[in-house]
């Protein structure tokens, strides 16, 4: 039982590169999350999906998208990477929402 | 004691001793709290959780104490080793909400 899985876990990338992160869980949830975090700073949310069909942005979601591609992946996109985009990024899910995440290890990203 | 590094404030016991780990919430609405440990190169894990009709719960020598009135959460570990050493940060929800508000953390290093 992997929990949660991220793909790639470490990038660079130059300015205007795009990527896919991926993210994928195999404990059937509803919900999942896409997060940054930042030194000093406590996760950030970028994009979450409440249900398999239907995404939501949340606190800074400017310069990314997801999808949604089925109960159990759910991708980040970067269309023209930034170097304000460097961060490590966390995919989480929970059963549903409002209930304890379960979090991957990260994709650490560099934008140079 | 506890000082603030440059990033993240670091709190030092020894190994054996009780570690507290404070956290101010923000919004006085918030419902339910949740406690993670972060180790190096991990995402975050779950520790312990508690809901706003509760004062206090236990686990596994963790505890952790609400304090709604003042806006405050603590978790107590008892008998630190040195496995607890990560970065610790509480999040709060309201209201089974998507979104969960990340506290920036607090290094806790444990000394032999």
Not at chain 2, 70 to 93: M, R, W
Request: net charge neutral; with cysteine; glycine share 8%.
């Amino acid at each position: 039982n992997a929990g949660v899985t991220q793909t790639p876990k470490f990038q660079v990338l130059k300015t205007g590169q795009s990527m896919t992160l991926q993210c994928a869980q195999d404990m059937n949830h509803n919900s999942m999350y896409w997060y940054r975090q930042d030194p000093g700073m406590g996760l950030r949310l970028i994009y979450y999906s409440a249900s398999e069909g239907t995404t939501d942005k949340g606190e800074v979601p400017n310069g990314y998208n997801v999808s949604r591609l089925n109960k159990r992946e759910f991708s980040l996109r970067l269309e023209s990477a930034a170097p304000s985009q460097t961060s490590v990024y966390f995919c989480a899910s929970s059963e549903n929402s409002g209930q304890p995440q379960h979090f991957g290890d990260g994709t650490r990203l560099s934008i140079l | 004691g506890e000082s603030v590094g440059l990033h993240l404030p670091t709190l030092s016991v020894q190994e054996g001793d009780n570690s507290i780990i404070n956290c101010a919430y923000s919004n006085s609405a918030s419902d339910y709290f949740i406690w993670y440990k972060q180790e190096s190169g991990k995402g975050p894990q779950f520790i312990i959780d508690i809901r706003s009709n509760m004062d206090k719960r236990q686990g596994q020598r963790v505890t952790v104490l609400l304090n709604k009135t003042v806006k405050h959460l603590s978790l107590q570990i008892a008998a630190t080793q040195p496995g607890d050493s990560a970065v610790y940060f509480c999040a709060e929800n309201r209201n089974y909400g998507q979104n969960f508000v990340f506290g920036p953390g607090t290094r806790l290093s444990v000394l032999p």
